[in-house]
């Protein structure tokens, strides 16, 4: 019997995770590591600031972190003054996050830079041929999340 086989070429989870390692390595190279940010500090900050002030728990699946993780990185950015954690009036347990003046500034600094790497990354597609790729990824992750 034939043994299955697999042409990574080809596999789509492949190509996406070649596609997104390359964009964080490129992205930390170039602005995050200078700043020491990873990819998921980054997140976390540009979901605050695109959303607002939210609730770790709500943060933690808009990010898609981990929530133990993310408790970690929240700690870490309000230690370097980029975010705030206040306790909720109803429940002692419930923490609500949100970015700084100082995060705001840096963000300025650092989407150009998101923005230009996104620019070299879909260099050669058509608006159509990236309306479609967005789109496709989109429902891949909806038929992944249920």
């Known amino acids: 019997m034939a043994r299955p086989r697999l042409d990574l070429a080809d596999y789509l ?12 390595a490129r992205f930390t190279a170039d602005a995050l590591a200078r700043h020491g940010l990873t990819i998921a500090t980054w997140r976390v900050l540009v979901t605050l600031s695109q959303m607002g002030p939210l609730r770790q728990i709500d943060l ?19 230690r370097a003054g980029l975010v705030t954690r206040a306790r909720s009036r109803n429940s002692n347990r419930e923490v609500t996050v949100r970015v700084t003046p100082k995060a705001e500034a840096l963000l300025a600094e650092l ?33 992944l999340a249920g």
């Open 111 to 143: 989407i150009p830079i998101a923005r230009r790497l996104e620019r070299t990354a879909i260099a050669g597609l058509s608006a159509a041929e990236l309306r479609v790729a967005k789109e496709s990824l989109r429902r891949i992750h909806r038929n």
């Open 13 to 24: 989870p492949y190509l996406i995770n070649r596609v997104g390692s390359a964009l964080v």
């Open 60 to 78: 933690a699946d808009h990010t898609t972190i981990e929530v133990s993780t993310l408790s970690r990185l929240v700690t870490r950015l309000a």
